[in-house]
Nanobody, 124 residues
Framework: QVQLVESGGGSVQAGGSLRLSCAYSEDPIYMGWFRQAPGDERDGVAVVATPDGTTYYSESVEGRFTMSQDKRKKTLDLQMNNLKPEDTAMYYC????????????????????WGQGTQVTVSS
């Protein structure tokens, strides 16, 4: 079982930056960041294949967010730049030990282990 602990959320004005970090207990096959705004479904932000580092981003964050994994420290970071009010959500780190699913789809249902979440609020 992979244990995940997020940190780094907060409040920022539009155009600002935040960096989220996820500490994990063991290397999964896939890891990612997901977010959920009140009243909305949970959506994928970015997913990485741990073995080879292949990374997928949602169109809404491509070019603004960068995800990086440090296998030695066992951390998964999400650098968020040029934040917009629509980025406001609870952000979750997730992982799975399974493979054979379309990781590019950024679908939460394929992920088995979840952190407790960290809130990101962007004001206009």
């Amino acid at each position: 079982q992979v244990q995940l602990v997020e940190s780094g959320g907060g409040s920022v004005q539009a155009g600002g930056s935040l960096r989220l970090s996820c500490a994990y207990s063991e290397d999964p096959i896939y890891m990612g960041w997901f977010r959920q705004a009140p009243g909305d479904e949970r959506d994928g932000v970015a997913v990485v294949a741990t073995p080879d580092g292949t990374t997928y981003y949602s169109e809404s964050v491509e070019g603004r967010f960068t995800m990086s994994q440090d296998k030695r420290k066992k951390t998964l970071d999400l650098q968020m730049n040029n934040l917009k009010p629509e980025d406001t959500a609870m952000y979750y780190c997730a992982a799975t030990q399974t493979s054979g699913f379309p990781a590019w789809a950024l679908a939460p249902r394929y992920f088995d282990f979840w952190g407790q979440g960290t809130q990101v609020t962007v004001s206009s």
